[in-house]
């Protein structure tokens, strides 16, 4: 039974939405505030968040990244904005349902998100049993990965290794120059499919249905965002250049 947190301060919508899930088959943990929230997901082990964002305690939105490190987030908002949204899923959320919705809409967006992380677990248990690190393919339909110098990248058996990079996929952590670098999911699977694959430039189709395992909409700039906000993190560590943009292509480690 697939067990999801939902992190709502409304009494009555939480009830709403908690009762209806646990008709169909899940079970449903619930908080009122933020910092419950924060409290019951590092105390147990969640398929899935629905997050509010304006909780009293600590807000939703300081919880969006810590949140989806480890677990796919469906945010429920009252806010409408595109900046707010943007936002919130360049911060690692899945998706964003504005309020009011229909419970049966959220079913189904919970069970699309669900499907999409088995299916990733089932790919990262297929990759693992079959090939090595420097032995994984790319992606199911295009070309292998280029083959690049030993010096640039090697893979090991829990992490992978650029430069001054290092990427351990097993706990979803990332050092540049020997310092921790806080990534959101999807920054992190960004660069892990550059690094797995350095000397290939990668559209931003391809990046995005490797991180969001879903269709590219061509007008998104999602991952112009989210380029744009690892440069930043890796700033500090003198390594943001790494990240080369190919114009008219796509990105590149150089």
Same mark, same amino acid.
């Given at each position: 039974m697939k067990h999801l947190l939902i992190v709502e301060d409304d009494a009555e919508n939480n009830q709403m939405i908690a %009762? *209806? $899930? %646990?008709? @169909?088959?899940y079970k449903c943990t619930q908080a009122y505030s933020g910092s419950e929230g924060k409290l019951l997901f590092e105390m147990q082990s969640f398929d899935l968040v629905l997050l509010d964002l304006m909780l009293p305690g600590i807000g939703g939105d300081e $919880?969006? !990244?810590l949140f989806s490190r480890k677990t796919p987030v469906i945010v429920l908002s009252a806010r409408s904005g595109l900046d707010s949204k943007v936002q919130v899923l360049s911060d690692g959320a899945e998706d964003?349902? =504005?309020k009011p919705f229909d419970l049966r809409e959220l079913l189904v967006r919970i069970q699309v998100q669900l499907r999409r @992380?088995?299916?990733?677990m089932e790919e990262g248990h297929s990759m693992e049993e079959g090939h090595s690190m420097e032995e994984r393919p790319s992606m199911e339909g295009k070309s292998p990965m280029e083959a690049s110098s030993a010096a640039d990248w090697k893979g !090991?058996? =829990?992490? *992978?290794? *650029?430069?001054?990079?290092? $990427?351990?996929?097993d706990t979803w952590?990332?050092?540049a120059g020997g310092v921790p670098v806080v990534l959101?999911?999807?920054e992190f699977l960004i660069l892990e499919l550059l690094i797995r694959n350095p000397k290939r430039v990668f559209s931003k189709q391809m990046i995005y249905e490797y991180a969001w395992g879903e269709? *590219? $909409?061509a007008e998104d700039k999602t991952i112009n965002v989210h380029i744009s906000n690892i440069r930043s993190k890796l700033k500090e560590s003198g390594t943001d250049a790494y990240i080369q943009t190919v114009w008219g292509m796509g990105f590149k480690l150089c």
């Open positions: %009762e *209806y $899930l %646990e008709t @169909q088959g $919880l969006v !990244s964003y349902i =504005c @992380q088995n299916r990733k !090991s058996e =829990c992490a *992978y290794h *650029y430069r001054e990079w290092t $990427l351990n996929p952590e990332m050092t959101t999911k999807h269709d *590219y $909409l």
